[in-house]
């Protein structure tokens, strides 16, 4: 039985992450990394202790959770593969030049530097890729900042062990004391979020809990970034050309995606755009109708869903396709979309989705134009659609972080070019991602040296550049030595 982080607890751990902070920003980037890989060795050591646990406070299936295990361990193992190449610093100089016009410009040395100790709010959904060992701890960590996580209440014993074996390997690697710490209680998390120590928080989550979070943040005495990722609807818009080359393999991909998870993945489409006549009905019912019912990963969730559902039943417009078994599939035309978009785009995490029927390409484009931002948007489409498509896309990108040809948006590939973030309110920082090599660049500030003496510079920024790591001089890569 776990219980609130008392007082005198928070205070202990935020006192710890502070003084860490110093020496965390200080390690060498090869040394912070065999840090790092020491966690991803020893959550994969314990995966066998760990899912358990997991599956017993999360309903979810085994399989499932050891893939998660290897994504977290993976990602922690890329952003160790990144400290020491250099990218995740972000070198850049810019060597003295007598000639330059309009005048002449002084040796320039710019780095990332971490921002001091981030404040992490576990997500529900994703116990191990989004939680204590998820992609905001791991970048943090790779970025030099000590981590507080404040753990999930729906699976608070796997909190409590993931971090005590991430804590054990980091103090056997021979990181600082306080580089980890776990809190929890709501109000603890609040209270940690206000205070002076915590230098920026990462949340996934529910849009009303992350704007609240995301006020306090930014109306502290001395306000600090919050990366919160909310919510999102991922619409899929599917052309005629698709419908008759693929229509069958459509409805049972966009089925599988909805219901993936039992509908709590942040990326599940929950709409999906078709021309009207497409005659995939029969199909779509029929692929709900076979989704077998599961549990949801906590009562919590299991009733704002249940909520959800009985208050989406009850918008004028809506005609239910199929319900019962695991799956609800409701049915809805561009017109009635948009006199009643307040109720209809509305976010309802489960499996739940709704088909929307288009007349025309403009009221294609008009239900496009009525989302907000989102994670994610997905155009199903032929060749033969080029010209059509280059009128969508655009409309896309301009409201979501991902945009996929042909596809379905759940799964997140863990990369160097992922972007996993979008305009609100799916995020409140669109310019960031929380999945990928580059989420470490919240948690990351640039400073520039002007002048400076090589033997007072970080030792990534100095002339033989002694750790050979790649860095842009004068405009170009490179490894070599840097003559001033």
């Known amino acids: 039985m776990t ?11 935020l006192a710890d992450a502070a003084e860490a902070a110093v020496p965390l920003a200080a390690s060498a980037p090869a040394v912070r990394a065999g840090w790092i890989r020491a966690v991803a060795d020893a959550l994969d050591a314990a995966s066998g202790e760990l899912v358990p646990i ?29 400290l020491e190449a250099g990218p995740l610093l972000e070198v850049i100089i810019d060597t003295a030049d007598a000639a330059a016009k309009p005048v002449p ?3 320039l040395r710019r780095v990332l530097v971490p921002l001091g100790p981030v404040l992490v709010f576990a997500a529900s959904n994703f116990p191990f890729a989004f939680s204590v060992c998820g992609g905001d701890t791991a970048s943090a960590l790779a970025a030099g900042c000590p981590v507080i996580v404040k753990a999930h209440p729906g699976h608070p014993e796997l909190s409590v062990r993931t971090a005590e074996v991430m804590i054990e390997a980091l103090t056997a690697a021979g990181a600082p004391a306080g580089t980890l710490g776990l809190i929890q209680g709501y109000d603890v998390g609040v209270t940690a979020l206000k205070d002076a120590r915590i230098t920026a928080a990462g949340f996934t989550g529910s849009v009303p809990a992350g704007k609240a979070l995301h006020e306090i943040a930014v109306t502290r005495p001395e306000p600090i970034p919050f990366y919160g990722e909310l919510g999102s609807l991922n619409p899929v818009f599917v052309t005629q050309a698709a419908i008759d080359a693929r229509g069958k393999d459509i409805a049972s991909g966009y089925v599988g995606s909805y219901t993936l998870g039992v509908g709590q993945f942040c990326t599940k489409p929950g709409l999906l755009f078709l021309p009207a006549g497409h005659g995939l009905q029969e199909q779509l019912v029929e692929a709900t109708g076979g989704v077998a019912a599961a549990t949801m990963l906590n009562e919590r969730i299991a009733e704002g869903f249940s909520s959800g559902l009985d208050r989406l039943r009850k918008v004028d417009g809506l005609r239910v396709w199929s319900e019962g078994g695991g799956a609800t599939l409701l049915q809805t035309t561009v017109g009635e979309l948009l006199a009643r978009s307040d109720e209809i785009l509305e976010e309802c995490f489960g499996p739940v989705s709704i088909v929307v029927e288009y007349a025309s390409v403009d009221e294609l484009v008009a239900g496009i134009e ?25 409309l896309l990108t301009a409201r979501a972080g991902r945009v996929l040809w042909n596809g379905w948006p759940t799964g997140v590939a863990v990369s160097w070019a992922q972007h996993h973030g979008g305009p609100f309110p799916s995020t409140v920082g669109s310019i960031h991602t929380s999945v990928g090599v580059t989420a470490a660049r919240r948690f990351q500030r640039p400073v520039a040296y002007q002048d400076a003496p090589d033997a007072l510079l970080p030792a990534v920024l100095q002339d033989d550049n002694p750790a050979g790591m ?10 070599a030595e840097v003559s001033r």
Request: glycine content about 8%.
């Open 105 to 107: 410009r002084p040796d």
């Open 54 to 82: 997991a599956q017993r406070e999360t309903s979810l299936p085994e399989a499932r959770l050891k893939g998660e295990v290897g994504r977290s361990s993976g990602q922690l193992r890329m952003f160790a593969d990144a």
């Open 370 to 394: 009525a989302f907000g931002g989102n994670l994610t948007a997905t155009l199903h489409a032929e060749d033969a659609d080029a010209s059509l498509a280059a009128r969508l896309v655009p």
């Open 3 to 13: 219980r609130d982080t008392t007082p005198a607890e928070l205070e202990q751990t």
């Open 470 to 479: 790649s860095r842009r001089v004068n405009g170009t890569v490179t490894t």
